[in-house]
């Protein structure tokens, strides 16, 4: 009976704490990375896939001879001296430069003229930064074409203007003098509103008691633009720059394409053209890799360039 009695005893008994150890959970911290983490993800497999991926293979492919028919032949660094060599690059790239140096300085005043003025308190200002918004929502083929039609010489509407300031008739995109300029300044026009918008914002931010107190302080408009306007928009200044800077080499494909074709007599022919050309018109997709790989080492040391002059639009610089 005994014996009974402490087998049911046994049984009744709660299990030991040894075989249970309580659960542990995550620290704040570690759930706060994991969300982190899972919010990324999305946007980390994207970059990669589309991104990464891609530049990894086109630096690979930069030093092989490829055929376009799926022979690959290893040349080591010699479509980089195919690269140095070639007077069509070089001259691709100078007009590459010239169209940066004017449009990007433009493109920015421009913005940033609009921004301060649709930040006015003015009846119909809504309407205006609608409209002027308004082209960045096109494709910019559609750009180009419609442009085209405007620069045409005979029926344009752009040579209509120009007469009636007596000026004669000109040929906006068959003048190698001209065509380059007419590009940017399609350029600026698509663009201004979408950098307007950014510019507005970092207005905005601005402390309106700043303004006042030197209004009673007795500072003139330039004054204040000088010494409050343009301190403080520094951050959105070295973003503009940097964006506008990175758009004028990667992103003219399109308008040169629809407004010239890189014409007349190459004037056009931006560096991102001649790329296209090499790997899709020519076949040569090893040596478009490597003008492709040159670019974007230059365009990573413009922008070390421009953060060091600009100190990344931080404001320790003591001032």
Known sequence: MSSIATERQQAAAPPAAAEHPPRRRLSRKHREWIAAGLFLLPDGLGLSVFVILPMFFSIVLSFFQVSGFGSYEWIGLGNYERMFNDPYFWSSMWVTAKYVVIMVPVLFVVSLGLGILMKQKLPGMAVYRTALFMPYMLSLVVAGLLWKFMFDEQTGVANKIVGAFGISPQSWLGDPSLALYSVILVTVWYMMGYYMIIFLAGLNEIPKEYYEAAKIDGASPWTSFRKITWPLLRPTS?????????????????????????????????????????????????????????????????????????????FDDGE
């Open 238 to 314: 070295f973003f503009v720059l940097i964006m506008t800077t990175v758009a004028a080499i990667t992103g003219t494909f399109d308008l040169v394409y629809s407004l010239t074709a890189g014409g007349p007599a190459n004037g056009t022919a931006v560096a991102m053209f001649y790329i296209y050309q090499q790997a899709f018109v020519f076949g040569e997709y090893g040596y478009a890799s490597a003008l492709g790989t040159f670019l974007v080492l230059i365009m990573v040391v413009l922008s070390w360039v421009i953060f060091k002059l600009t100190k990344g639009g931080r």
